[in-house]
């Protein structure tokens, strides 16, 4: 082989040993260094990292979160329910918004205000969770609202200090309440203002800011604005306690990150056992567990009211009738019959058979309206 030939294959060789090589490499951690001779190590380096973030202070901790947030107003047979909702990310012309279940609940007329220009904004309930107290919003025409920053409540330590931010007692103006982390994991069981239902909520943020009506549904965020729980009792009773609220302040968050699997859940259109994805199926009754009188055991749904010109009407279902079957399903308890319509939709068709207030079995089949969340 010639000189020049000899070059050439040398060259090639080194080409490949540099490519294999660079190839090989495995990035370093900050601070790491390369032995002395190692291969590539020309020099020593190091990975610069930004200090972390400085605190808020409280104007701007204000300043920061209030846009991001809006009021929330739900009209029902009841009264009205007045909350507040987080804007997490827009969607199309739209802006998803995320809240308590019991701000919606029932609601027929459900209206949004922005906190940042008081722009405001139809709501479409895209779906919910009850046994949560969670529900995502759709609000049309306000994708221009600036998104919360999110955190995480994993990092979320005793003692750390924490803000609650919201439409506190239905002012239309937004309060701040500031507070600490005073426990972590804890079970609640909470009541419903507006019709007396109870709920039990598992794993929550405990604070001792002075979270109040209104505030349901908005942001707890930590001292550089991230939202790390959505505020949902303000002196709720402690699971299995029997003694009554304490007077000092002592509020109730859920953990961001639990509410953000039932986001991304709802959103991609995933329903399950208790969550609802999509517009509300009514029925048109409200029942009660009926107990066998003999055994005591639970045997079907009472019907304690039936709505005026609603499906449950129209199939001729009575106050005290005891639904015993609905699509096929035994009904043994009121839970049944809720964990059924929490499946269906407006326009399903359903099969029924209940018990009328002479004994008698009686069947039919009815078409689901649409109604407001439950």
Known sequence: ??????????????????AGLALLSIPLEHGTLLE???????SPSTTLVAPPPAPLAPDELT???????????ARSGLGTTAGTGIVLQPSGSSAIVLTNHHVVDGGTEIAATSMRDRSAYAVEVVGYDSSRDLAVLRLPGAANLPSAQL???HSMRIGDPVTAIGNAEGGGVPVSAPGAVTRLGVDVLTRNAADGSRNELSGLI?????VRPGDSGGPLVNTFGEVVGVNSAGNAVESGAKSEPAPAPKSYAIPIDAAMDLVEQVLAGRPSDTVHVGPTPLLGVSVRDHRDQQTGTRSGAEVTVVAYRSPAEGVGLARGNVIVEFGGVPIRSSADLNLRMIALHPGDTVQLRWIDAAGVERSGSLVLQEGPPR
């Open 1 to 18: 082989m010639s000189a020049r030939g000899i070059r050439r294959v040398s060259a090639a060789i080194a080409v490949l040993v540099a």
């Open 36 to 42: 002395h001779g190692a291969v590539g190590a020309s």
């Open 63 to 73: 300043n920061r979160i209030v846009p991001t947030i809006v009021t929330l107003t």
């Open 151 to 153: 955190g995480s409540s």
């Open 206 to 210: 405990e604070v001792n800011a002075d």
